[in-house]
């Protein structure tokens, strides 16, 4: 693993880059996210082949931008490529036209609310081709005057230059415990030279990663895999094609938006009261923040993961609103590293609980002879604990998770485990994993 300076460092090192759907650029920003990753992660990238049927999508082709620039008919150039990937609409088929200014007026695209910057446009699936401009200078455009627009773009299929996605998983103390089963942490890399949305979830998906490699979940949690691909395409993608995970997956965190300055947005699940949005929502208690429904905007992969026939849990971390969002504006300008390690907490801490929670079910008959078995809470030394004994252990009949129990009770999750951990090291109880509650098949 390479050492960083800041996670921003890191950011600013695949910031810049044309990331597409499947590009060159985007190839080279998962190998960047790679070096940062624990080298513990077994971080991988897959490749698919463009055109695979992908349920009702299919695997996109690899785009290839070799020049694209719009110049007047006496060679003065009005946009390059060269200068900044945004220059071009996504995904732009190839072109070398003379044109009119009303020929040419439907592909040019401008941001009416931020005048001098130059918006990001993507026709990933309608195939046109486009440029897009500050609003100031398309103002400047001469009217009078025919333009050459020149887009030499490719479409590659060959599958061995295929559409890319990166995972890596952290096991808990002691290594994976298949009963448990898998949190899966996403964030988002095809927005080409844009920094909050979509490099800042990466950033602070890799310092939860680190987190969660240096200070692993103890024995018998969740394993946490880490996701890094397209958005929505990339996860259609990569569940389509490994339809075996699915069942392993326990709940989702989507994180996006981290880096700008403003407080934490959380996106609750599609089943909104699931036992992941009480934990999020005990997590976020005195955190402050804005509380959303499920794909509420800016909506993402989270209508994947706990969409049609997946159904798994999964709740989104941003910091939306920010009106630089889509546009040049949205810089290393407006990216803070706190507001980025900030929201790697707040993830962090949700999936400490989440990921080490479990259902203690009895196999006890009559009350527990606490002192016999080392298990009575001297009241002197944990008064409330000591109150709360006949109330937890009643609570083990297999109906209730230790959070559910710690929140009964009312007291803090940690307590509460590390009492109940207690029985299940006597063999008084066993540990019922959070089950499966999406859509298998
Ligand atoms: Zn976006």
């Known amino acids: 693993m390479k050492p960083y300076a800041s996670l921003k460092s890191i950011l600013a090192e695949f910031y810049p880059l044309h990331r597409t759907l499947a590009s060159d650029d985007h190839d080279k920003t998962l190998e960047i996210i790679g070096a940062y990753m624990p080298a513990s992660s077994n971080y991988q990238i ?34 390059d490529f060269k200068n900044n990937p945004l220059h071009i609409v996504s995904y732009s088929l190839p072109v070398d036209k003379t044109l009119s200014f009303e020929e040419l007026q439907p592909h040019l695209y401008f941001n009416e609310k931020r005048p001098h910057a130059i918006p990001w446009v993507f026709k990933y699936y309608e195939r046109d081709w486009g440029f897009c401009l500050p609003k100031n200078q398309f103002d400047k455009l001469s009217r009078n005057k025919k333009y050459r627009a020149v887009i030499k773009s490719e479409f590659i299929t060959d599958p061995k230059q295929g559409f890319k996605i990166a995972t890596a998983l952290i096991h808990p103390e002691g290594g994976a415990n298949p009963d448990a089963g898998e949190i899966i942490v996403q964030a988002h890399t095809c927005h080409p030279m844009q920094a909050n949305d979509d490099g800042a979830g990466v950033v602070s998906a890799i310092e939860l990663a680190q987190r969660l490699a240096k200070n692993p979940l103890p024995t018998g949690s969740m394993s946490v895999r880490f996701w890094f691909g397209a958005e929505t395409i990339g996860t259609i993608v990569y569940l389509s094609q490994n339809e075996n995970l699915i069942p392993n997956l326990r709940g989702g965190i989507f994180l996006e938006m ?56 999964c709740i989104s971390i941003n910091r939306w609103h920010y009106d630089e969002y889509h546009t040049t504006d949205d810089n290393l300008d407006i990216i803070h590293e706190e507001m980025l390690v900030g929201a790697a907490q707040t993830a962090e801490d949700i999936i400490r609980i989440y990921a080490t929670n479990y259902t203690p079910k009895r196999t006890f008959r009559g009350p527990v002879f606490l002192s016999g078995n080392g298990l009575w809470v001297d009241w002197r030394e944990n008064w409330a604990l000591n109150r709360a004994i006949e109330k937890i252990m009643m609570r083990f009949e297999g109906e209730h998770t230790v959070f559910d129990i710690a929140e009964q009770v009312g007291l803090d999750y940690w307590i509460v485990r590390e009492y109940v951990e207690k029985f299940r090291a006597k063999g008084f109880v066993v540990p019922l994993p959070i089950p499966f509650e999406g859509d298998a098949e």
């Open 258 to 313: 981290t880096g700008n300055q403003n407080k934490i947005a959380w996106h609750h699940t599609r089943q909104h009261t699931h036992l992941l949005d009480r934990v999020t929502k005990h997590v976020l208690q005195n955190v402050t923040h804005d509380e959303r429904d499920f794909a509420a905007a800016p909506a993402n992969d989270e209508r994947v993961i706990n969409g049609p026939g997946v159904n798994v849990p």
């Open 46 to 79: 897959e490749t698919y082949a463009p055109l695979t049927p992908a349920w009702t999508w299919q695997v996109p082709e690899r785009y290839v931008v070799h020049e694209a620039y719009l110049e007047t008919e006496d060679g003065e150039r009005v946009v």
